[in-house]
T-cell receptor, first 114, second 115 residues
Framework: KQEVTQIPAALSVPEGENLVLNCSFT??????LQWFRQDPGKGLTSLLL?????REQTSGRLNASLDKSSGRSTLYIAASQPGDSATYLC?????????????FGQGTILTVHP | AAGVIQSPRHLIKEKRETATLKCYPI?????VYWYQQGPGQDPQFLIS???????DKGSIPDRFSAQQFSDYHSELNMSSLELGDSALYFC??????????????FGPGTRLTVT
């Protein structure tokens, strides 16, 4: 059974800092990995998708890496802004007949203060 | 761009009642997923459908059932509701056929409150 752990559970940083969120998983037989953002009581917004054959993906100030052999992914946020404050979730997509069902980590609660 | 639509957005029911949640996937997406997110919890996979057939099943109670219709919309039916069923219910869709990326796009969720 896939287990996903996100570290740290919470992070508070001043505006402008570069930061790294970590995600580790136990089963490397994944189809893909997605990073999501969730605002309180709201839906999930997909930030980045990394296919299992890829090593990283970039979108604006965000960069996500994937190392299947070590069971790790990192989300790098450059020049953080108060609007980045949210919960960040990583999710592993299962392959085969699971058609990519996602197993989520518990999330990292990020607060960026002005 | 069209997104995943869920209805209703909020639902209040009493214990032992029945609830039906609806999901309309992004056009041309062939797979629908349902997730449950309890207070302070991460989303948990319930069930998925690929081309109108159930493709996978997670920790879905026997009191819950779901189906996908010919127009690809999906409904999650919940009976004999319990207080513990109070949660955010998300529907997601993806395009998985051929070179589909399996990237999931989530709807805004239905907040179910059982009193």
């Amino acid at each position: 059974k896939q287990e996903v752990t996100q570290i740290p559970a919470a992070l508070s940083v001043p505006e402008g800092e570069n930061l790294v969120l970590n995600c580790s998983f136990t089963d490397s037989a994944i189809y893909n990995l997605q990073w999501f953002r969730q605002d309180p009581g709201k839906g999930l917004t997909s930030l980045l998708l990394i296919q299992s054959s890829q090593r990283e993906q970039t979108s604006g100030r965000l960069n996500a890496s994937l190392d299947k052999s070590s069971g790790r992914s990192t989300l790098y946020i450059a020049a953080s802004q108060p609007g980045d404050s949210a919960t960040y979730l990583c999710a592993l997509g299962a392959g085969g007949t699971s058609y990519g069902k996602l197993t989520f980590g518990q999330g990292t609660i990020l607060t960026v203060h002005p | 761009a069209a997104g995943v639509i869920q209805s209703p957005r909020h639902l209040i029911k009493e214990k032992r009642e029945t609830a039906t949640l609806k999901c309309y996937p992004i056009p041309r997406h062939d797979t629908v997923y349902w997730y449950q997110q309890g207070p302070g919890q991460d989303p948990q996979f319930l069930i998925s459908f690929y081309e109108k057939m159930q493709s996978d099943k997670g920790s879905i109670p026997d009191r819950f059932s779901a189906q996908q219709f010919s127009d690809y919309h999906s409904e999650l039916n919940m009976s004999s509701l319990e207080l513990g069923d109070s949660a955010l219910y998300f529907c997601a869709s993806s395009s998985n056929a051929g070179t589909g990326s399996y990237e999931q796009y989530f709807g805004p969720g239905t907040r179910l409150t059982v009193t």
